[in-house]
């Protein structure tokens, strides 16, 4: 995490900025609050690239999107029944959702929707506490309900209620931890491990589609084996891709690799790493000129020199 006077003059930014000021002070006027909330909050402290504005507020869906409506003519329902309305604002778009306070059945991670009362409410049920920051606006408080700020500082992943809790809820929040983990490279506390294995079996209740999109956020991250190796660890892989538990206990029939599973996982590094430096055009510039490029190369050289 960069340094504190840093990170909160990113927020100062985002607050001030000619597409947020003038939405909070439209809520305010209006008599409601509203607050930049979660990944925003998050990314901005750690010095990330800030890609999303996400907000929540005291207002109904209705109420927002009447003040939204006053001040751009590009509105839409994202969900209103989840309470989220979207605009555009500026060249930028926002979604505000009004404060939440969900439960949850024991045969679905679908929550049956509450609309909540309360910032603190609506933090404490979110997946994990350095996604449970809200900063209030147009004051710029920082809202901090279960020591999200010191989990940042310390690079640890916990939820705000207990693991046990949050992941019955919604099981789906476990492959968002192994996700984490590589997107943030924060260590998973030891509570939060624990009932990722004692709770794998929840994950059978998520559809196949939205475990899959999770994977694919996971190997999209710039390094995805601490993930892999925590969905592996926890026994949470084995419940949708069992082919990657096995690779473990798998030799390569050449004898070549004792551990075909580390072999896996080192191979994955290099290519990333391989298709960074192709990116950065490293890989173009270091390679070995055979005859025939030599030869072009040497011919744009003369041409250059002749011109």
Same mark, same amino acid.
């Given at each position: ?31 409601? &609050? ?5 990944? /925003?909050? !998050?990314?901005?402290?750690?010095? *990330?690239?800030?890609?999303? +504005? %996400? $907000? ?107 693991? &046990? ?5 919604? /099981?789906? !929040?476990?492959?968002?931890?192994? *996700?984490?983990?590589?997107? +943030? %490279? $924060? ?116 041409? !250059?020199?002749?011109?």
């Amino acid at each position: 995490m960069r340094p504190i006077a840093e990170s909160l003059a990113a927020l100062r930014g985002i607050a001030e900025s000619p597409v947020v000021r003038p939405i909070a002070e439209a809520f305010e006027a209006e008599g409601h &609050e509203f607050a930049l909330v979660g990944g /925003p909050v !998050r990314d901005a402290l750690l010095g *990330r690239p800030v890609t999303d +504005l %996400d $907000f929540t507020t005291s207002a109904s869906p209705d109420e927002t999107r009447a003040i939204l409506d006053r001040l751009t003519k590009s509105v839409w329902d994202v969900g209103r029944a989840f309470g989220t309305i979207a605009a555009r604002v500026r060249g930028e778009n926002v979604e505000i959702t009004t404060y939440r306070a969900d439960s949850y059945r024991d045969d679905s991670r679908k929550p049956e929707v509450e609309f909540g009362d309360s910032i603190e409410g609506d933090l404490v049920r979110r997946d994990f506490t350095v996604n449970a920051l809200a900063l209030m606006l147009p004051s710029q408080r920082l809202v901090d309900v279960s020591g999200g700020i010191e989990d940042l500082f310390a690079g640890r992943l916990m939820t705000p209620s207990s693991p &046990e809790i949050s992941f019955t809820d919604d /099981p789906l !929040r476990m492959m968002r931890a192994a *996700r984490f983990a590589s997107q +943030l %490279d $924060f260590e998973v506390a030891p509570e939060v491990r624990g009932a990722m294995a004692e709770f794998a079996e929840r994950l059978d209740i998520v559809s196949a589609e939205r475990i899959r999109d999770e994977l694919v956020k996971l190997l999209s991250t710039a390094d995805p084996v601490p993930g892999i190796r925590l969905l592996v660890e926890t026994g949470l892989a084995v419940r949708f891709l069992p082919e990657l538990t096995a690779l473990v206990e798998t030799q390569d029939d050449h004898g070549r690799h004792k551990d075909v599973y580390e072999h896996s996982l080192t191979v994955l590094r290099q290519a990333i790493e391989l298709e960074a430096a192709r990116q950065r055009g490293s890989i173009a510039s270091a390679a070995p000129l055979g005859p025939h490029t030599a030869g072009a190369s040497t011919r744009k050289h003369r041409f !250059r020199r002749a011109a």
